[in-house]
């Protein structure tokens, strides 16, 4: 196994049912176009309040992918 070169990408994904689904949708998309993804980082997380609860959340990640 040879040494690896990452690049990073962020992107912010969003959901109305939880965080981890707003992730999720995030990781989902970018699997469409992006091959070899190893992890991601979250940078951060905020959401919409509509009558005192949250309607929907945003969650900012980092992903990195390894360069063929």
Do not use: C, P
């Amino acid at each position: 196994m040879g040494d690896h070169v990452y690049k990073h990408l962020e992107l912010t994904g969003s959901s109305t049912v939880s965080i981890e689904d707003a992730i999720n949708t995030a990781l989902a998309k970018a699997s469409e176009t992006v091959r070899n993804i190893q992890w991601f980082t979250v940078i951060e997380t905020r959401g919409h309040v509509s009558d005192g609860k949250v309607a929907h959340w945003q969650v900012t990640i980092k992903l990195g992918f390894t360069l063929e």
